[in-house]
């Protein structure tokens, strides 16, 4: 069917950012994912400056923790902390090949697996893929916005280990740590990458959530998304 602008999408039966400061994860998959973006169709794609700030941070890294880092447990995110998307809720889904012009991206979410975003008819921002019940793949993408001047600056925070990472066609960064919550212990991966554009810039986040136990098996399920990406 055919959405605003004349975009084609593609929507499964409904189960279930502002571009103006960086918001929670909560606040972004809350209410504003836009089913017009999302079509089955392949595009040629353009190189692109490396994105040389974000590889910046790789020279803090002393070695490549595979195991992640411990986190104190009150930074362990669980699916329910790191999404306010659920399965069966009302929204926007996804599935196959998903293509958006705005943020000039293709990605394929895993077979048999759902993206769930948000309300019909808001902006796209992105959305949550559940590996499992307790393992999940959040994904964001945003305008980069740059603070006012009287933005109050954030506090510092002790240098975190990043390492380099392929997205795709690209290169962005990652971090893990291992903490735990409710008896449970969580493996929580970040993966970011800033995209240069004309007169502005793109971010993208993308975090893994998972049981250590169940790591083997859901982890090489985020690994197939990451490498699917082609940013152009």
């Given amino acids: 069917m055919s959405g605003r602008d004349g975009v084609r999408t593609r929507r499964l039966q409904k189960p279930g950012f502002r571009p103006d400061r960086r918001l929670s994860m909560d606040q972004k998959l809350d209410g504003q994912m836009q089913p017009h973006n999302a079509v089955n169709t392949t595009h040629h794609?353009?190189?692109?400056?490396?994105?040389?700030?974000?590889?910046?941070l790789a020279t803090l890294i002393m070695c490549r923790c595979l195991s992640g880092?411990?986190?104190?447990?009150?930074?362990?995110?669980?699916?329910?902390?790191?999404?306010n998307a659920r399965i069966g809720q009302p929204g926007v889904t996804y599935s196959g090949s998903v293509s958006n012009g705005d943020y000039r991206f293709d990605a394929t979410i895993p077979e048999g697996?759902?993206?769930?975003?948000?309300?019909?008819?808001?902006?796209?921002?992105?959305?949550?893929?559940?590996?499992?019940?307790?393992s999940c793949i959040v994904f964001l993408v945003e305008h980069h916005v740059f603070p006012l001047p009287d933005d109050t600056p954030a506090p510092r925070r002790a240098p975190e280990r990043w390492v380099p990472v392929r997205i795709g066609n690209r290169r962005g960064v990652e971090r893990s740590t291992i903490g735990t919550t409710h008896g449970t212990r969580y493996l929580n991966t970040s993966v970011l990458l800033q995209l240069r554009r004309h007169g502005y810039k793109n971010d993208v986040s993308i975090t893994f959530v998972t049981p250590v136990e169940n790591r083997h098996t859901t982890e090489p399920v985020f690994r197939e998304f990451l490498a699917s990406f082609k940013f152009w």
């Fill in 45 to 56: 794609f353009s190189s692109s400056a490396r994105v040389r700030s974000l590889m910046g």
């Fill in 69 to 83: 880092q411990e986190a104190n447990n009150s930074e362990v995110l669980t699916c329910d902390t790191a999404t």
């Fill in 113 to 134: 697996l759902v993206g769930l975003g948000s309300a019909p008819g808001a902006p796209f921002h992105g959305f949550a893929i559940f590996v499992a019940k307790s």
